[in-house]
T-cell receptor, first 113, second 112 residues
Framework: NAGVMQNPRHLVRRRGQEARLRCSPM?????VYWYRQLPEEGLKFMVY????????ESGMPKERFSAEFPKEGPSILRIQQVVRGDSAAYFC???????????FGDGTRLSIL | DQQVKQNSPSLSVQEGRISILNCDYT??????FLWYKKYPAEGPTFLISISSIKDKNEDGRFTVFLNKSAKHLSLHIVPSQPGDSAVYFC???????????FGTGTRLQVTL
């Protein structure tokens, strides 16, 4: 499967726990984007990364959220001390060298109990 | 601040007819526009795009029209097929930023 791979597909956490969402870009793509979709809304940009660099984090909440894309391995979106409002679908996309179009994974559905 | 708007939450079209999905934007800096299709429990799939230097782009059954003066674009699907039933998102970006700004989507249902 040469597409964008996200795991887990579903993640359940209790309030106060940490959530880690993983994204492996398409082969040959070195640019990764994270988006969040709340129910009945469009996708909202969170962060844009290249290998080992954060390029644009203008959509990231200032607290509890962080993202990385290490030299080896997948990109990780980390949410600390989760709250009910973090429940959403989180989508990762990748592209070659920042060009469009971006290609999306099938998302991680995060549910907070 | 909704910079990309899809004012029709849903649309129903008969199989074989034309589907027209509309999108309006407010940010005059947007210079590249994309349409994505999304099925439930899947990620968005890229359909077609258009640069602001063009007013039309066609790919098979899908055509996107851009009216810069009106800040409006539309996606035409001809002929519509039952497999086209999905949520369609309009997205835009500027040449200086790679992030996409999405509309809220239009749910298209193609009936037999």
């Amino acid at each position: 499967n040469a597409g964008v791979m996200q795991n887990p597909r579903h993640l359940v956490r209790r309030r106060g726990q940490e959530a880690r969402l993983r994204c492996s870009p398409m082969k040959g793509h070195s640019h990764v984007y994270w988006y969040r979709q709340l129910p009945e809304e469009g996708l909202k940009f969170m962060v844009y990364l290249q290998k080992e660099n954060i390029i644009d984090e203008s959509g990231m909440p200032k607290e509890r959220f962080s993202a990385e894309f290490p030299k080896e391995g997948p990109s990780i979106l980390r949410i600390q001390q989760v709250v009910r409002g973090d429940s959403a679908a989180y989508f990762c996309a990748s592209s070659p060298q920042g060009y469009q179009p971006q290609h999306f994974g099938d998302g991680t559905r995060l549910s907070i109990l | 601040d909704q910079q990309v708007k899809q004012n029709s939450p849903s649309l129903s079209v008969q199989e074989g007819r034309i589907s027209i999905l509309n999108c309006d934007y407010t940010n005059s800096m947007f210079d590249y526009f994309l349409w994505y299709k999304k099925y439930p429990a899947e990620g968005p799939t890229f359909l077609i795009s258009i640069s602001s230097i063009k007013d039309k782009n066609e790919d098979g059954r899908f055509t996107v029209f851009l009216n810069k003066s009106a800040k409006h674009l539309s996606l035409h699907i001809v002929p519509s097929q039952p497999g086209d039933s999905a949520v369609y998102f309009c997205a835009a970006n500027t040449g200086t930023a790679s992030k996409l700004t999405f509309g809220t989507g239009t749910r298209l249902q193609v009936t037999l």
